[in-house]
């Protein structure tokens, strides 16, 4: 569903289809998503389970690939790309963010983000991006001696130390209690002014919907609402 922005266009999806088989069965994910999301902006994209939000992540990160419709990253038409250009696209320009922090146990949190580091085009230093979350202080500890909520905030330095233009992040604070949740909005929040990363998010909770420049709901795969918000809450003033 385009709006009209001052800001350039980064993604660009028409039609947007995506049927996944199971034997003779076909399950529709998506079913007909028209849409734009642009440079510096704070996506909420909400919906219940089976709404097909993590589908559509996944195609704009080119994780996965649609059955119809097509996708644009600023002028490079995703859809149909070889599976090369779409390992470059994600290793060069997008982050990713998962409910599951899947970091590496024997490594600390340095090492942790200097392991994308040494295979990205133009990375910041390691240190930069964990104290941008604020982590300056706990840059050579391990997984295993960090909580929760410094793990994803670990796993979000890892995400953004390859300076990418965009950033999906799938249900980032689902692990979480609502109170760690708040301190890794913040850090996303803060990623997002300081970067002017665009920044894709994605719940089931209506109260993190407060933090973003637009909110997108879809249900059963198709795009119910777009809303955007007048003022957006700070991070810390969320409840749920």
């Known amino acids: 569903m385009p709006t009209s922005s001052p800001r350039p266009c980064v993604f660009r999806a028409t039609g947007l289809t995506k049927i996944y088989r199971m034997g003779e069965v076909e ?134 130390a390859k300076n990418p233009a965009v950033l999906l992040c799938d249900e980032p604070t689902g692990a979480l209690d609502s109170q760690t949740g708040v301190v890794v909005l913040e850090a996303l929040e803060k990623v997002n002014r300081e970067l002017g990363t665009l920044t894709v998010l994605i719940t089931h909770n209506a109260g993190i919907a407060g933090m973003a420049d637009r909110v997108i709901r879809l249900s059963d795969g198709r795009i119910a609402e777009v809303r955007a918000n007048a003022s957006k809450k700070a991070a810390r003033a969320l409840s749920w």
């Open 27 to 160: 399950v529709p994910a998506l079913r007909g998503i028209d849409l734009e999301l642009y440079r510096g902006e704070l996506v909420v994209l909400l919906g219940p389970s089976g709404s097909g939000k993590s589908t559509l992540l996944n195609i704009l990160g080119g994780l996965d690939t649609p059955t119809g419709g097509e996708v644009w990253y600023l002028e490079h038409k995703l859809t149909g790309a070889s599976e090369r250009d779409l390992t470059l696209f994600r290793r060069e320009h997008v982050g990713f963010v998962f409910q599951f922090y899947n970091l590496i146990p024997s490594l600390t949190a340095r090492e942790n983000v200097a392991a994308v580091t040494e295979i990205s085009a133009h990375p910041m230093p390691p240190d930069e991006a964990l104290r941008l979350v604020g982590l300056g202080e706990r840059l050579d500890h391990f997984p295993a001696q960090l909580s929760g909520g410094e793990q994803q905030r670990v796993a979000i330095a890892r995400a953004i």
